[in-house]
C-alpha cells in the first residue's frame, strides 16, 4: 500500500518557469490538498479538493493552480515560478473531510529551490 | 497572526524521562486538536488527537492534555525513546466533521532524544 506518492523529491527552477508536482493517492480517499512549509511558519495550506471535480483556494493560493479529474490525483501546477515559492511542499489526503477520525495522511514532499 | 504557537523551538531530553511539547492557541472557536510527527525527508504523521470535551486523551506512551480556559495543550511521551526524535506539530480545528481545510498548524517543535 503506497499511501499518498509525490514526484519528484526534489527540483530546481529558474524563475519564470512553470513545473507541475504531482500527488497519488491509492486510499480512495475523498479529500486531497496540497500545503507548503517554510521556516517558522508551519505548514500553511495552498488548494484542497473534497472530490473529483471539486476544487477551492486555501490561505496561500496566488502562483499556483490545481486540478481533480480523478479521485486518485492532484497535480499542484506552478505557473511561473518566483524565488518565493522556493519551500518543501506536501500533498494529503483524507478519507472523510473532517479532523475527527480522518486525520490527514501526507506524502512525503517536494523540496523546491527557485533560483 | 499565528493562531497555533508551539514556542520551543526545539528541546532535548534523556532517554527514558518524560518529554513535554507545548502548544497555546488564541482562537476559541477552535474544538479539535491534533498532534503530528515528522521525521526528516518524510512528510507529518498523525500521532493522537483530542476533541475539547475531554481534558485528556492518552494512547500508550503518548498523552495529550487540554487546558481550554488556558488555551493550552501539551503531549507527554513517557518514557522516552531515540525514536521519538523528531519534529513535532500541533494543529487545530474549530469544525471536527468538515474541517480538514480548516486546520490550523503550529510552527514545530524539534524534539531530540539524548542516549
Known amino acids: 500500500n503506497a499511501g499518498v506518492t509525490q514526484t519528484p523529491k526534489f527540483q530546481v527552477l529558474k524563475t519564470g518557469q512553470s513545473m507541475t508536482l504531482q500527488c497519488a493517492q491509492d486510499m480512495n480517499h475523498e479529500y486531497m490538498s496540497w500545503y507548503r512549509q517554510d521556516p517558522g511558519m508551519g505548514l500553511r495550506l495552498i488548494h484542497y479538493?473534497?472530490?473529483?471535480?471539486?476544487?477551492d483556494q486555501g490561505e496561500v493560493p496566488n502562483g499556483y493552480n490545481v486540478s481533480r479529474s480523478t479521485t486518485e490525483d492532484f497535480p499542484l501546477r506552478l505557473l511561473s515560478a518566483a524565488p518565493s515559492q522556493t519551500s518543501v511542499y506536501f500533498c494529503a489526503s483524507s478519507y472523510g473531510l473532517g479532523p475527527n477520525n480522518s486525520p490527514l495522511h501526507f506524502g512525503n514532499g517536494t523540496r523546491l529551490t527557485v533560483t | 497572526d499565528q493562531q497555533v504557537k508551539q514556542n520551543s523551538p526545539s528541546l532535548s531530553v534523556q532517554e527514558g524521562r518524560i518529554s513535554i511539547l507545548n502548544c497555546d492557541y488564541t482562537n476559541s472557536m477552535f474544538d479539535y486538536f491534533l498532534w503530528y510527527k515528522k521525521y526528516p525527508a518524510e512528510g507529518p504523521t498523525f500521532l493522537i488527537s483530542?476533541?475539547?470535551?475531554?481534558d485528556k486523551n492518552e494512547d500508550g506512551r503518548f498523552t495529550v492534555f487540554l487546558n481550554k480556559s488556558a488555551k493550552h495543550l501539551s503531549l507527554h511521551i513517557v518514557p522516552s525513546q531515540p525514536g521519538d526524535s523528531a519534529v513535532y506539530f500541533c494543529a487545530a480545528a474549530d469544525e471536527i466533521n468538515f474541517g480538514n481545510e480548516k486546520l490550523t498548524f503550529g510552527t514545530g517543535t524539534r524534539l531530540t532524544i539524548i542516549p
Open positions: 483530542i476533541s475539547s470535551i475531554k
Open positions: 479538493s473534497v472530490g473529483a471535480g471539486i476544487t
